[in-house]
């Protein structure tokens, strides 16, 4: 059930939280299906309602940096360095990964020795953590390999009943899942980009390394959070560069990135304009709750822009290679 963030209903959410069940809840980035990271049996509940794989880690979410210290373990020099220096995006769409300690339940690190940990910067998300006094395992609140939710309304239409309290946040500010960066390895790396941009974390990390993943029909994944394919609707999704108008079927819906003629917005049977001036952050932030709609439309496929890979253009351009068809 959808629930507005009042007192009385974040009390609820955080008894629920107490008793090992599970609660949808806003984050800036995107909706998480939360539960008590220090609990199993609240875990083995994420993982079974997403469908999600055993092998594939959860990011725990605390309200106060002080709280980490009992989830990490002992920390080199230079990562303790860093991470007093990235502290500065804490609230904020970020997720560092260090050793974990052994508080952490193996389930939850998907039995790896590390960890990973961020702070939301969405007031509720925040409120919900103090009151349950809790660390939060919190993966994106939709199904194994859909596209992650930016709406209270796309949690229900995701799990309906079958999770209990969703609290409304309204729609999500950032519209992507958080940066993850990875300090275990002597060089630091970004595992998935986000709006704290490659650019931003380099001022911090010269050294900090990207490795784009090249996605093609037959690579395995082999490290956690590389799956190759995600995100994806169930309608054929395609770059406008690669689509050639008259050899396509019928149906098919636009998602761009900037305004288009009005001749040219006429030759599709739906048409969506996430920025009108080319704003990549607004394209972000309408970018999951447009594939959803879409995807309700019945459509033969869905062509969508493409956009330069820098900054924010970079967490576009790895969710929409992941969520193409190939
Ligand atoms: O913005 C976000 O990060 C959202 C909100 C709800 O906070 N959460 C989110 O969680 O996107 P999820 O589970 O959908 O994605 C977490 C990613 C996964 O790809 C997972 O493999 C990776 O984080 N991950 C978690 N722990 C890890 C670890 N110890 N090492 C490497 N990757 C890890
Ligand atoms: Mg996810």
Redo the contacts with the bound molecule.
């Keep these: 059930m959808i629930l507005a963030p009042t007192e009385d209903n974040l009390a609820l959410a955080s008894t629920a939280l107490s008793k090992d069940q599970l609660v949808g809840l806003p ?1 800036e ?5 939360a539960g008590n990271a220090l609990s199993i049996e609240a875990v083995q509940k994420i993982y079974d309602l997403k469908g ?1 794989p055993a092998t ?4 725990i ?1 605390i309200s106060d940096f002080e709280q980490i210290h009992s989830l990490i373990g002992k920390l080199s020099d230079q990562q303790s360095y860093y991470l007093n220096q990235l502290k500065e995006f804490w609230p904020g ?1 970020l ?1 560092i ?1 260090l050793p ?1 300690s052994i508080n952490v339940p193996t389930i939850v ?2 039995n ?1 020795d ?3 940990i ?1 702070i ?1 910067q969405h007031p509720v998300a925040l409120e919900i953590i103090r009151k349950s006094g809790l660390p939060l395992a ?5 199904r194994s390999n859909y596209i ?1 939710p930016t709406s209270a309304q796309h949690v229900a239409d995701e799990f309906g009943e079958k999770v209990e309290i969703i609290i409304d946040g309204g729609n999500c500010t ?1 519209g ?3 940066t ?1 960066l ?1 300090l ?1 390895s002597d060089i630091p790396e970004i ?2 980009p ?1 709006a704290i941009t490659l650019e931003v974390i380099r001022r911090i990390i010269p050294s900090v390394q990207y490795q784009e993943k090249v996605i093609t029909e037959n690579v395995m994944q082999n ?5 190759i394919k995600h995100y994806s609707p169930k309608t054929p999704l395609k770059f406008k560069a690669n689509y050639l108008p008259s050899s396509e079927s019928k149906k098919i819906g636009l998602i761009a990135f900037q305004a288009l003629s009005e001749l040219e917005q006429n030759s599709f049977f739906s048409y969506k304009l996430l920025s009108a001036d080319g704003d990549l952050n607004e394209v972000a932030q309408k970018l999951f709750a447009t594939l959803r709609e879409l995807d309700l439309q019945g459509l033969d496929l869905i062509v969508i822009d493409d956009c330069p890979v820098d900054k924010i253009g970079l967490a576009i351009m790895d969710r929409l290679k992941r969520a193409v068809s190939i």
């Design positions: 984050t980035t995107v909706y998480g299906l999600r594939n880690p959860l990011i979410h769409p997720t990964i974990k690190t998907a790896s590390t960890v990973a961020r939301p919190a993966p994106s609140a939709n992650s950032v992507l899942e958080s993850i990875s275990v595992l998935r986000g490290s956690p959070g590389q799956q």
